[in-house]
């Protein structure tokens, strides 16, 4: 979805109080694939695409402004395709076969060009692109508020992302890991929210609290130098400010979920971005 107006330069975040905690370093909820990433022959880091969801030559809907959903995707399945050898599971790997993976994902995930694109959408979308070849999904772990649909409820593990899971996840070699990350600005009555966006988690580090991303709203050349986010969490006053039209699960206050801050996630200085909710899938024969 679309980020808050503001040059990639702009990195400076809004200062709160009462965040004074790293994240709970707590057992994962759920364990993931139990092959072990230290020693693997390949790297997410280096085998994810950064592509760039508003490239002028693609010619998305929307001019992709709200194409951040399928092209993180996109980035998951062609690492499985390159990095793990899921012969088929994308057609072309280049530039171009990107460009035509990402159309079909979108349709796939009913991506909305004004509104982007829900959990649940990604999920039943990730279901229908794989339901058409050889392949299926191993495995759906989503931790967040955002709601998933009936049907998926399933696949939710808990309604606050944990930073242990997501670290695991994030460097098991045959998951693919998605960070949704909503935008808050602060205002009367506590802080609103503005949208949010997707991104694909390809690595851990530097630091204990940091994960490397491909952030699709910065420009391709761009994203493997910008590509680290630290995660804080977040205070118990960080209350909701009352809306007329809320967003549908979201809960009263955001303390216990993380901020997600880092030049891999470059935003508007009135703005946080909190991690709303995250996604670990495995794509298998």
């Known amino acids: 979805m679309k ?3 503001v040059a990639l330069a702009s990195l400076g975040l809004v200062l709160l109080s009462g965040l004074p905690t790293q994240p709970t370093a707590q057992a994962a909820p759920l364990a993931v694939s139990a092959k072990a990433a230290s020693g693997a022959a390949y790297s997410k880091v280096k ?19 709200n194409f951040c959903a399928p092209t993180a995707v996109s980035n998951g399945l062609i690492y499985l395709t390159v990095g793990r050898g899921l012969e088929g599971l994308v ?8 460009v035509a993976l990402i159309k079909e994902l979108a349709e796939h995930m009913e991506t909305d060009p004004d509104q982007g694109t829900s959990p649940g959408q990604i999920i039943n979308g990730v279901y229908s692109y794989v339901e058409n070849l050889e392949y299926s999904v191993g495995s759906m772990e989503v ?4 709601p998933l649909g009936a049907d998926n409820e399933e696949c939710s593990i808990a309604k606050k ?21 909503g935008w808050y600005k602060a205002e009367a009555g506590g802080y609103r929210r503005y949208g949010g966006h997707w991104v694909t988690a390809v690595g851990a580090g530097p630091g204990q609290w940091d994960l490397q991303v491909r952030n699709p709203a910065i420009r391709a050349g761009d994203q493997a130098r910008l590509s680290t986010v630290s995660f804080t969490t977040l205070g118990n006053n960080i209350a909701i400010a009352k ?12 303390a216990g979920y993380m901020k997600v801050a880092g030049p891999g996630l470059p935003h508007g200085q009135s703005y946080i ?13």
């Open 243 to 254: 809306t007329p039209t809320p967003a549908r699960g979201l809960p009263p206050t955001l």
């Open 3 to 5: 980020q808050p107006l």
């Open 143 to 146: 931790a967040g508020w955002r």
């Open 161 to 181: 992302p944990n930073f242990a899971w997501l670290k695991k996840a994030t460097q098991d070699p045959d998951t693919v890991v998605l960070l949704n990350v």
């Open 47 to 65: 085998l994810t695409p950064s592509f760039y969801q508003m490239d002028p030559t693609a010619e998305f809907d929307g001019n992709g402004s």
């Open 91 to 98: 057609e072309e790997t280049d530039h171009d076969g990107q």
């Open 273 to 285: 971005a909190v991690l709303d909710c995250a996604m670990a899938f495995t794509i298998e024969e």
